[in-house]
């Protein structure tokens, strides 16, 4: 859960641990694995202008990973952890920090409704490009807070 980071007494960079565990799933169906996990750190600049920077800590959109659209079956890590340091941080610039989990893309509702049946019941929709069949899910932890003095 979300919390607020004490103050800031020197230069000393807060480190974040992240770790996550893929839904285990059911006997049926099994849970979809992870591609990876990111540090978003947000801040305002002395603008007034919010920024954001997106750090990938752990796994890889590139894992070669696939999804298979006759099977639904699916590629990936059942755990991701990693600790970051925030390179960038100022103790006088107030940030907010949270973790974004990414599971491997994975089948739509459609495409299981498509797979269950034999290749000739399928209706014509189940083969067409235009409707998405995939989809990519993700969590997201609630906010850590630094408050500058």
């Avoid at 004490?6 to 230069?11: E, R, S």
């Avoid at 990973?65 to 590629?75: F, G, L, N």
Wanted: with cysteine; net charge negative; aromatic share 10%.
């Amino acid at each position: 859960m979300g919390s607020v980071l004490p103050p800031c007494t020197d230069a000393t960079a807060p480190t974040l641990f992240i770790a996550a565990l893929a839904d285990p799933g059911t006997q049926a169906y099994r849970g979809t694995p992870l591609q990876r996990l990111q540090i978003i750190k947000g801040w305002v600049d002395d603008d007034g202008f919010f920024h954001e920077e997106i750090y990938d800590v752990a796994g890889t959109a590139e894992n070669g990973a696939t999804v298979s659209r006759d099977t639904c079956a699916v590629e990936g890590s059942d755990s991701l952890c990693a600790t970051r340091t925030d390179s960038d941080f100022a103790p006088s610039r107030s940030a907010v920090y949270y973790a974004r989990i990414l599971e491997n893309p994975s089948c739509h509702w459609n495409a299981w409704q498509c797979i269950a049946l034999s290749s000739e019941e399928r209706p014509s929709a189940c083969a067409d490009p235009e409707i998405p069949w995939e989809i990519h899910e993700h969590a997201w932890t609630s906010p850590i807070w630094y408050h500058a003095d």
